[in-house]
């Protein structure tokens, strides 16, 4: 039980001090007469906060970047009407920084024996699990000079799932499959492992695939066409340890390194490959195997809502190791990692022969388009030390480029906007050369 602004208003307004007490209380507040009579109307005219029954429905998952919805649904059993103030407590993560107050506060009119519905939206900032917390609740009276005052606790959780804004590229990526898979004019020899079908010759196609034996049957010219192909497996690996958490723009390189794993989830489980997700830095992190084509991209998702990146290095033997076991025959296993010099030349290239041998492997990574910016800097001392640096960091960054590609690697260097779509044409590359 507490005062309002108003009640303590109308007191300093009083003249006729006398005393009121209450339940609970430890001493004697001094107002007027009139006053303690209205005070003690309304505290007994306001319904009370622990009877009421509170229940939630709503969303339980949202993409990072968008809105949930969660309803609160309040039924007063009491027999007097509840007029209340409400706050719905979330992690403040829950919300984009200043809006916490207008989305958690509420008022609601309850009648007796009624029910009504209040929606707190959330517009979370990272990714996992937020889990609601308690909720106060403010019962007033009908003059508002006095108020009850409880908390409920309601469980409910809401999953906020990578952003996979890489989504715009997939049509695009799909045409392209199409077109490697034989279902248009365009596919020539060499595109594709698998012979698919005859179909008549129109002008433009490689007269490598005419067929002269079934143009010899026919009064037409005759083509094969070709498919890649299918069924082959793919395992994307996420480097979760120290170098994933660097920052590019407003975001860490491992959401960006998410972003492209889920557009080549979607793009291979739509060309029928079978797809499994491992992210390690020291120990499993995370891992998706097995998954019929129906589930894989909605298992990755979740996979990677509750992965943060880890203030650890990479056991880069662990993770090949744990890659190995994970896809022990032959597949494509891209890896998202960084393309620092020490971390490659003293963690990953000393073992990547072990993945070679067998598997074909794509390495992926984030670039930061500050450094490009620097790299283009005059007009002063200090832009020209800044040019100088970004120079030598790309000078780097590529040699330990060409030290993969040496070793039989494909490397996909691109800023967090590009990788996605450019780490789909790699995999595109591949199927079309027939390397899958």
Not at 219 to 246: K, Q
Not at 251 to 264: E, K, V
Not at 267 to 284: I, Q
Not at 327 to 354: K, M
Request: glycine residues 6%; aromatic residues 4%.
């Amino acid at each position: 039980m507490a005062l309002t602004g108003r009640t303590a208003l109308l007191a300093a307004l009083g003249s006729l001090p006398v005393g009121i007490w209450a339940p609970g209380w430890t001493g004697i507040l001094a107002v007027n007469a009139p006053l303690a009579i209205a005070c003690a109307c309304d505290f007994a005219l306001a319904a009370p906060v622990r009877r009421l029954r509170l229940t939630r429905s709503g969303d339980t998952s949202v993409r990072l970047g968008d809105t949930a919805d969660v309803t609160l649904t309040i039924t007063n059993p009491s027999r007097r009407l509840l007029r209340a103030d409400i706050r719905d407590a979330w992690p403040p993560s829950s919300w984009q920084p200043g809006t916490e107050i207008a989305a958690s506060r509420h008022e609601a009119t309850v009648p007796a024996g009624e029910r009504r519905r209040v929606t707190t939206r959330l517009s979370p900032t990272r990714r996992g699990d937020r889990h609601a917390d308690r909720v106060t609740i403010r019962s007033y009276g009908p003059l508002r000079l006095f108020s009850r005052q409880g908390t409920h606790r309601i469980a409910w959780s809401v999953r906020v799932l990578p952003a996979f804004t890489s989504r715009k590229h997939l049509p695009s990526k799909l045409a392209r499959l199409r077109e490697l898979d034989g279902r248009t004019s365009v596919l020539t020899r060499g595109e594709g492992t698998e012979f698919d079908s005859l179909r008549e010759y129109v002008p433009g196609d490689d007269t490598r695939s005419i067929d002269w034996r079934a143009t010899a049957r026919q009064t037409t010219v005759a083509v094969r066409t070709w498919r890649p192909e299918r069924d082959r497996h793919i395992l994307l690996v996420l480097d979760t340890g120290r170098t994933s958490a660097g920052r590019v723009g407003d975001a860490p390189r491992l959401d960006a390194s998410m972003d492209a794993a889920l557009l080549l989830a979607s793009l291979a489980s739509r060309a029928g490959d079978r797809v499994d997700l491992l992210a390690y830095d020291r120990r499993v992190r995370a891992v998706v195997q097995g998954r019929a084509a129906g589930e894989t991209l909605s298992s990755i998702v979740n996979a990677m809502a509750s992965l943060d990146a880890e203030l650890v290095e990479t056991d880069a033997r662990g993770l090949t190791a744990t890659a190995l076991r994970t896809a022990p025959r032959s597949s494509l296993i891209v890896l998202l990692t960084t393309l620092d010099t020490a971390p490659v030349e003293e963690g990953l290239l000393p073992v990547l022969p072990q993945l070679t041998r067998r598997h074909t492997v794509v390495v992926a990574s984030v670039a930061d388009p500050h450094t490009a910016h620097m790299a283009a800097s005059r007009g002063s001392t200090e832009a020209v030390y800044e040019a100088a640096a970004a120079a030598q960091a790309q000078s780097e960054r590529s040699r330990t480029a060409e030290q993969l590609r040496r070793h039989g690697v494909t490397v996909v260097d691109a800023t967090p906007e590009e990788l996605a779509p450019a780490l789909a044409d790699a995999y595109l590359a591949l199927k079309a050369a027939g390397r899958l």
